[in-house]
């Protein structure tokens, strides 16, 4: 099997289990489905967590010893609700380009936004009610702190992606899957499942830092799901990764996923003239 150490992303390893035939009209075929409106909301969500992200450290700081819960709560969403409104109107091309109304995208994001910034706060404050610290102490000794969008890589697992949201406590890394659809009754989706073990795998083998779990927010029910590091997983992933590498060897486009809410199946033959094709992978 020649790949030349080309390695393929986290995303494709969903997208397979999803619809063989949408990922490989877009691996092999580069062609891919325009920008869709759930597409640009899951775009300036990722991005709000993200500045959010940066503006902690000033965020964490002001909270002193005199200033209470409801302050503090207020100051997250207010910070939080200034971060979203700025990635709205970041995204104007794409938003106009699908004539959507940026007040009603802001509108749609701030709940969820709002339950980000709560859940965060309320972390910063229980760590700091534990250890009495505030203010510029609190943020040195906070835990865990956060990192954004870390890109990780590996030429072993021939795997590479994004890590939405990384805790770290101590010499602990728990990556962190924050999902809008609905939860199931108890564990985390399949496919959630998968992109965790590959991230846990990615984070030990590119990072080489203590990983025992990662953990799915689904955060419409507002639950926290664990997924438990295990010595199959890299087994199970491996095995994804290979089924990816013999579709992308594929000489003929696979048959029809059969899913009714698929919509590249949807396009039927007609895939061609429906689907943008991609400038060249490097
Ligand atoms: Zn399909």
């Not at 759930?38 to 969500?45: A, D, E, N, P, S």
């Not at 802001?106 to 534990?130: H, N, P, Y």
């Amino acid at each position: 099997m020649e790949n030349n150490g080309k390695l393929i992303s986290v995303t494709d390893l969903s997208s397979y289990s999803f619809c063989r035939r949408g990922l490989y009209l877009r691996l092999v075929l580069g062609l891919k489905e325009p920008v869709k409106p759930v597409m640009v909301l899951g775009g300036i969500r990722h991005r709000v967590y993200d500045e959010a992200n940066k503006k902690e450290e000033f965020l964490v700081s002001q909270i002193g010893s005199d200033v209470k819960r409801e302050e503090v709560l207020q100051m997250f969403a207010n910070a939080y609700n200034a971060v979203l409104n700025k990635s709205v109107y970041s995204y104007s091309p794409q938003i106009e380009a699908l004539k959507m109304d940026k007040n009603e995208v802001a509108e749609q994001l701030k709940q969820i936004v709002l339950v980000q910034s709560r859940s965060r706060a309320d972390e910063v404050l229980s760590f700091s009610s534990k250890t009495g610290l505030f203010g510029k102490e609190l943020w040195s000794k906070l835990t865990p702190k956060v990192i954004t969008e870390l890109g990780v890589r590996s030429q072993k697992l021939r795997l590479k992606g994004v890590v939405d949201r990384v805790e770290v406590y101590g010499d602990e890394y728990v990556p962190v899957e924050i999902k809008t659809g609905r939860a199931p009754h108890e564990g985390v989706w399949p496919d959630h499942r998968m992109q965790l073990a590959a991230y846990m795998l990615l984070l030990n083998d590119s990072l080489n830092v203590n990983i025992k779990e990662g953990v799915v927010k689904y955060v419409a029910a507002n639950q926290t799901r664990q997924v438990v590091m295990n010595p199959f997983m890299e087994y199970e992933v491996t095995s994804a990764v290979d089924n990816v590498f013999s579709l992308m060897e594929q000489r003929q486009v696979p048959g029809f996923c059969g899913k009714g809410y698929c919509s590249i199946c949807a396009l039927g033959e007609d895939y061609g003239k429906r689907l943008i094709k991609l400038p060249a992978r490097s």
